[in-house]
């Protein structure tokens, strides 16, 4: 591994770059990883941290000169409940940033791009069951949109200008060291909390809407498993599926009340239902699995017993 890596977080205190940043950290250094978001946060304490908005590309220039900036994660996106609620702004976000990025590695500023993509990549037409890497997509929401089209445009860049390019496309992600935001798999993370603090939950979604998930430390496993894997094996370059664990609010609710007993669940779809609806149940991985050695640690069981013994200290 080079140790003159400069790694650059961009949207680095949502939900995966907090965790992300940590565990980057312990790897290359403190000071070789740069978190940046909108605004300045908590983590500016922590080590380097710069004020970005990505849709500013002269600023993001301005600052992967200044850092000598080798690898960027692009994090910073609207997810899909918001986008649904401001569709021009989703798009223009989570496209327009994609392409400042992209462009920086085109230009030869930066070496490598990681940028995530999302179940949501998938439509009402997919195949639900054990959904295939190459598959129908018409996805019918902004962000799922926005998404597939980056994934075009990741591989664009990629055959076209060499970008060395890598993406994940992520089912929801559950952690207890950072809060989701606007996305349509959130009730995962928040019924933990609930159920420790007050010992009941009301969902968003209905009691058996299944829908692909997974443990925040396998997503970081495989994030940055595929950005250290050689460049031969990384052979998708719009994006790879990866599944974690499949549930419905039903079930997990049924898994916490193994641990916390009198704990209740109460049901109250809201327009987030049809989006969930649109999605996938579960994801069959086994390129990733084939072609670098992916492999996840947490099933429904695991990732339950965990959220609640993090959470509950
Ligand atoms: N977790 C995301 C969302 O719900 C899906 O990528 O929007």
């Known amino acids: 591994m080079r140790t003159s890596e400069k790694i650059l977080v961009i949207g680095s205190s949502g939900q995966i770059g907090t965790e992300l940043v940590q565990n980057l950290r312990a790897i290359y250094g403190i000071d070789s990883v740069i978190a940046s978001d909108v605004k300045v946060t908590e983590q500016a304490k922590e080590g380097p941290f710069e004020v970005i908005d990505v849709m500013n590309a002269d600023s993001l220039l301005e600052i992967v000169k200044r850092h000598k900036v080798t690898q960027i994660y692009l994090l910073a996106a609207l997810l899909s409940a918001t986008a649904e609620k401001m569709p021009k702004f989703g798009w223009d976000l989570n496209m327009q940033g994609l392409f400042n990025v992209l462009d920086l590695a085109k230009e030869k500023h930066i070496e490598k791009v990681y940028w995530p993509s999302s179940i949501a990549v998938f439509g009402p037409n997919t195949p639900k ?14 962000y799922g949109i926005s998404k597939q089209a980056g994934e075009r445009w990741c591989e664009y860049y990629f055959n076209k200008y060499s970008v060395d390019v890598r993406s994940l496309r992520y089912p929801g992600l559950i952690g207890w060291k950072s809060a989701p935001g606007g996305g349509t ?24 809407t299944v829908l692909p998930m997974m443990h925040m430390e396998d997503a970081i496993k495989a994030t940055i498993g595929i950005m250290q894997a050689p460049t031969e094996q990384v052979k998708i370059r719009s994006s790879y599926n990866i599944a974690g664990c499949s549930f419905s609010p039903k079930e997990i609710a049924l898994e916490i009340q193994k641990h916390i007993p009198d704990f209740t669940i109460t049901y109250k779809p809201d327009s987030r ?9 579960s994801i069959n991985d086994e390129y990733a699995q084939k072609d670098w050695a992916w492999d996840k640690k947490y099933d429904l069981q695991a990732l339950t017993a965990d959220m609640i013994k993090n959470l509950k200290k």
């Not at 069951?129 to 902004?142: L, R």
């Not at 933990?192 to 969902?203: D, L, M, N, R, S």
């Not at 239902?273 to 149940?281: E, G, K, N």
């Open 129 to 142: 069951i054990n959904t295939p890497q190459y598959t129908i997509m018409e996805p019918s929401t902004v």
């Open 185 to 208: 798999t959130d009730y995962a993370v928040h019924i933990f909390h609930e159920a420790i603090k007050v010992g009941k939950y009301e969902c968003f979604l209905s009691e058996n």
């Open 273 to 281: 239902q049809q989006i969930a609806d649109s999605w996938p149940q």
